[in-house]
């Protein structure tokens, strides 16, 4: 049985990929926002004398940049690569015109003096 079958075609046809600038910049912005909710988490804390608090605003930042960064959003997809079309089946090549490897008991050693 494939699970497959159970899947709406309306999941099915949400994007799943995101480009190579995309993940960049999906990166930066997920270190820039769990930086600036450290800092502030840290302040606040700080101030309450919480370690607590700023545990708390952390946690809403990783969240925050989870939603921000995980999805491939369309803004993650804008410069997506072109793909090589696929070879046919004929254009590849056989197994008999591969080169076969020679034995190394064959090959003689040379000795360098």
Same mark, same amino acid.
Do not use: H, R
């Given at each position: 049985m494939n699970i497959e079958a159970f899947i709406p075609e309306s999941i099915k046809r949400l994007p799943t990929h995101m480009d190579f600038e995309g993940q !960049? !910049?999906?990166? !930066?912005?997920?270190? @820039? @926002?769990?930086?600036?909710?450290? @800092?502030?988490?840290?302040?606040?804390?700080? @101030?309450c004398q919480q370690f607590s608090q700023t545990m708390y605003i952390l946690l809403a930042g990783f969240f925050v940049s989870c939603l921000l960064t995980l999805p491939p959003w369309s803004m993650y997809r804008k410069k997506s690569l072109p793909w090589q079309k696929a070879r046919a089946v /004929?254009?590849?090549?056989?197994? /008999?015109?591969?080169?076969?490897p020679t034995p190394s008991g064959s090959q003689k050693s040379k000795k360098k003096k």
């Open positions: !960049k !910049k999906a990166e !930066k912005t997920f270190q @820039i @926002i769990i930086l600036l909710f450290g @800092i502030v988490g840290f302040v606040w804390g700080y @101030i /004929s254009d590849v090549d056989t197994p /008999s015109t591969t080169p076969t």
